[in-house]
Structures are given as structure tokens and as C-alpha cells.
């Protein structure tokens, strides 16, 4: 089935303590991103790739890291999570190219995120 | 930079009934994507329908059709014969280009009431 994978779906850590939210697709897709969502806000972007090794700010990139190594892994990095990090946090992905019918992004499940 | 808003935060609507969710957008580009995503209490992101700016028929899937208006820069997602697992949260969605970030309205809450 293609999908996109994030782990875990539920974190609670204390403020400070380094952690990581994996995301992998398995349908070759080249573009990936993260989101977060917050109570009316919407979702707003954290940070994208276009390909390996490629990556980008996007409209929220502060206390957040990424790192996309390989094609399938984009996973999320809170060096020192703070408290307004708690969040819903979204990862996606996308075929890059001109192909027929574009259907956008394929989300995660999501991951709820508290700081405490 | 572009901007989304959905203008109602809550509606209801009694199952069987149609209902009509707002979304207009700014932007000065002429070819584009817009999208509307549900968000049931699963949370998963799920797509209902999109339309590509270029194409003026509007998109319809099933019991979901858009009302795109692209001069008043609006873009409606129509609900028909409502069910109770449309119940959910609604956001529209406008992207520049393939691969370029999606920018999100704030999102419309729907219930559907049996």
C-alpha cells in the first residue's frame, strides 16, 4: 500500500530532551515535507525537500531540524524541544515531474507532540 | 504571498441535506492548484477534490463539487446528501506550483447532525 509512515503517533517529552519523529515513503516520491497544525492556525509549513540532500526553510523552520539522506527518510529534529512546540505535526510527500493528473500531497497520519 | 481564507469556522447541517463550505484566496498568479482536504477525528489528511486553475469545468467527485470562480478568486467545496462521516474538518488549500509549499486556510468545523 503507498503511504506515507510517521513514529510515533503520540510523544510527550520534558523541555530540553533531543527527540525525533520519523517519516518514510515507499512510493519514490522526490519532494517531502513537514507541517504543523495548530487550533486556528491551519497547518503551516516547517521545513521541505526537493531530492537527497536538498533541503529547505519553510514558513515556521525555527527550533526544528531535518535531514534527508535517503529518498524514503525525511525525519523531524527538536534539538531542545520547548513547550510552544506542542503541536499535531504532519509529514508529506509528492512526486516531483511533469505527470498527468496531480493529486498534490500524500499525508502522514500525524504525530501529537507535547512539551512539558 | 499567498493567502486562504475560509471565513466560517462552524456549520452543521442535517444529514441528506446539501451544505456549502466558503474558501477564497489571494494570489497574483494565473496558473495554480487549489485543494480541499477532510480531517475526520482520525486526524489523517484526506483529499476530497482539487481543481487546476487553467481548467474551467469545475471538479466534481462523487457527491463533492467546487464552485471555482477564479476572477473572484473563490473556490466552494459543495457537499450533497450529507452523511455523518462527513463530519469532520474541512481545509482549503492553495498551491502555486507542483511541489511548492501548501498554503492553508484556517479550516470550516462540519457536523453533520442525523
Known amino acids: 500500500e503507498a503511504q506515507v509512515t510517521q513514529n510515533p503517533r503520540y510523544l510527550i517529552t520534558v523541555t530540553g530532551k533531543k527527540l525525533t519523529v520519523t517519516c518514510s515513503q515507499n512510493?519514490?516520491?522526490?519532494?517531502m515535507s513537514w507541517y504543523r497544525q495548530d487550533p486556528g492556525l491551519g497547518l503551516r509549513q516547517i521545513y521541505y525537500s526537493m531530492n537527497v540532500e536538498v533541503t529547505d526553510k519553510g514558513d515556521v523552520p525555527e527550533g526544528y531540524k531535518v535531514s534527508r539522506k535517503e529518498k524514503r527518510n525525511f525525519p523531524l529534529i527538536l534539538e531542545s524541544p520547548s513547550p510552544n512546540q506542542t503541536s499535531l505535526y504532519f509529514c508529506?510527500?509528492?512526486?516531483?515531474?511533469?505527470?498527468?493528473?496531480?493529486?498534490?500531497?500524500?499525508f502522514g497520519s500525524g504525530t501529537r507532540l507535547t512539551v512539558v | 504571498a499567498q493567502t486562504v481564507t475560509q471565513s466560517q469556522p462552524e456549520m452543521s447541517v442535517q444529514e441528506a441535506e446539501t451544505v456549502t463550505l466558503s474558501c477564497t484566496y489571494d494570489?497574483?498568479?494565473?496558473?495554480?492548484?487549489l485543494f480541499w482536504y477532510k480531517q475526520p477525528p482520525s486526524r489523517q489528511m484526506i483529499l476530497v477534490i482539487r481543481q487546476e486553475a487553467y481548467k474551467q469545468q469545475n471538479a466534481t467527485e462523487n457527491r463533492f463539487s467546487v464552485n471555482f470562480q477564479k476572477a473572484a478568486k473563490s473556490f466552494s467545496l459543495k457537499i450533497s446528501d450529507s452523511q455523518l462521516g462527513d463530519t469532520a474538518m474541512y481545509f482549503c488549500?492553495?498551491?502555486?506550483?507542483?511541489?511548492?509549499?501548501?498554503?492553508f486556510g484556517k479550516g470550516t468545523r462540519l457536523s453533520v447532525i442525523a
Open positions: 508529506a510527500s509528492s512526486p516531483a515531474g511533469l505527470r498527468n493528473g496531480y493529486y498534490g500531497y500524500t
Open positions: 488549500a492553495f498551491m502555486k506550483q507542483r511541489n511548492t509549499p501548501l498554503v
Open positions: 512510493m519514490n516520491h522526490e519532494y
Open positions: 494570489t497574483s498568479e494565473n496558473n495554480y492548484y
